[in-house]
């Protein structure tokens, strides 16, 4: 009689005394997208995206397997593998944009304009309103992703 391998069998529940967190595969998945991003720069919402789903599968691909534990709670790790990945890796490269902005606006030299017209003011305002929206969603999007993304590569890490 030939078994099914797709077919999963539930594992008993089994609480470990080890960290459900693994922060190299956190950090080598947030490496792993920021490498990605600065690869990527000609399409930025998508690059995010892409980013955020590479790191998030790596993070939760290269993380040590875990015995003993139920499948609902390796998913939830998995994803939040996958999420934590997304995290790091937007406050590195927030932060190295910062850290770029100020060593131009450093650089730049101090000019004084003359007055700014309340129709220049009224542009910029809902230019930064919409680059701000849009930057936002697409940050919520890249974090679903990611979360999605780990989840997924616990998921390939862990079949048989």
Do not use: C
């Not at 997208?33 to 690869?39: C, E, K, N, P, Q």
């Not at 789903?53 to 534990?69: D, H, N, P, S």
């Not at 994803?79 to 932060?95: D, K, N, Q, R, S």
């Not at 606006?105 to 542009?123: D, I, K, N, W």
């Amino acid at each position: 009689m030939a078994t099914n391998p797709a077919v999963r069998v539930p594992e008993p529940s089994v609480e470990s005394s080890a960290s459900g967190v693994h922060w190299g595969a956190i950090t080598a998945g947030a490496l792993g997208a920021v490498g990605i991003t600065f690869v990527l720069t000609s399409w930025l919402i998508v690059t995010q995206w892409l980013a955020s789903g590479l790191g998030g599968y790596l993070a939760g691909r290269l993380r040590e397997k875990w015995v003993g534990i139920r499948t609902d709670e390796v998913l939830f790790r998995d994803t939040a593998h996958g999420f934590l990945a997304w995290a790091l890796a937007t406050l590195i490269v927030v932060t190295l944009l910062t850290l770029g902005s100020l060593t131009v606006a450093a650089a730049a030299p101090a000019t004084t304009g003359g007055p700014v017209s309340p129709e220049a003011a009224e542009a910029a305002r809902k230019a930064g309103a919409a680059f701000a929206f849009y930057s936002s969603l697409s940050l919520l999007i890249g974090a679903f992703i990611g979360s999605v993304a780990g989840a997924l590569g616990g998921y390939h890490r862990d079949e048989v």
